[in-house]
T-cell receptor, first 111, second 117 residues
Framework: KQEVTQIPAALSVPEGENLVLNCSFT??????LQWFRQDPGKGLTSLLL?????REQTSGRLNASLDKSSGRSTLYIAASQPGDSATYLC??????????FGPGTRLSVLP | GAGVSQSPRYKVAKRGQDVALRCDPI?????LFWYQQALGQGPEFLTY????????KSGLPSDRFFAERPEGSVSTLKIQRTQQEDSAVYLC???????????????FGDGTRLSIL
């Protein structure tokens, strides 16, 4: 059974810092890996989707990498801003579109 | 609107009551998913529809949970004889593709926050 963990559980950084969020999954036979952002009381907003054949995806200040063999993905946020404050979730997508989510990293960027 | 719409946003019910949660996916989206999100946790998969067919209901926690999508668009998640442990946010997501086809991300609604007293 696929299990997804995320480290750290919470992170507080001053504005402008670069930061890395970590995601680990136990079953490397994934179809895709996806990173989401969740604001309080809201649903999930997709940030980046990495196909199993890819090693990374970039969107603006965000870069996500995927290492299937080691069961790891990282989300890199450059030049963090207070508006980046949210919970970040990763999801391992197994064949059959079954999403297994991690518990999330709660990020606070202080002005 | 263009996004996934869920109603009601908040639902309070007494233990033992039945509740029904509604999801309006993005028009034309083939796939529809229901998730349960406990406080401080990531969403957990409940069930998946491809058009009107329920292809996977392995995540439904008990036979008190029932989901349907009779015309392949709007979906309803019904919980019978609610219990306190059913309190959670229920999220719906839709995707334009069939299982295993392409790499389109899922689009999520804002969820229904269910509180069982």
């Amino acid at each position: 059974k696929q299990e997804v963990t995320q480290i750290p559980a919470a992170l507080s950084v001053p504005e402008g810092e670069n930061l890395v969020l970590n995601c680990s999954f136990t079953d490397s036979a994934i179809y895709n890996l996806q990173w989401f952002r969740q604001d309080p009381g809201k649903g999930l907003t997709s940030l980046l989707l990495i196909q199993s054949s890819q090693r990374e995806q970039t969107s603006g200040r965000l870069n996500a990498s995927l290492d299937k063999s080691s069961g790891r993905s990282t989300l890199y946020i450059a030049a963090s801003q207070p508006g980046d404050s949210a919970t970040y979730l990763c999801a391992a997508i197994n064949y059959g579109q079954n999403f297994v989510f991690g518990p999330g990293t709660r990020l606070s960027v202080l002005p | 609107g263009a996004g996934v719409s869920q109603s009601p946003r908040y639902k309070v019910a007494k233990r033992g009551q039945d509740v029904a949660l509604r999801c309006d996916p993005i028009s034309g989206h083939v796939s529809l998913f229901w998730y349960q999100q406990a406080l401080g946790q990531g969403p957990e998969f409940l069930t998946y529809f491809q058009n009107e067919a329920q292809l996977d209901k392995s995540g439904l926690p008990s036979d008190r949970f029932f989901a349907e999508r009779p015309e392949g668009s709007v979906s309803t998640l019904k919980i019978q004889r609610t219990q306190q442990e059913d309190s959670a946010v229920y999220l719906c997501a839709s995707s334009p593709v069939y299982t295993g086809e392409g790499n389109q991300p899922q689009h999520f609604g804002d969820g229904t926050r269910l509180s069982i007293l």
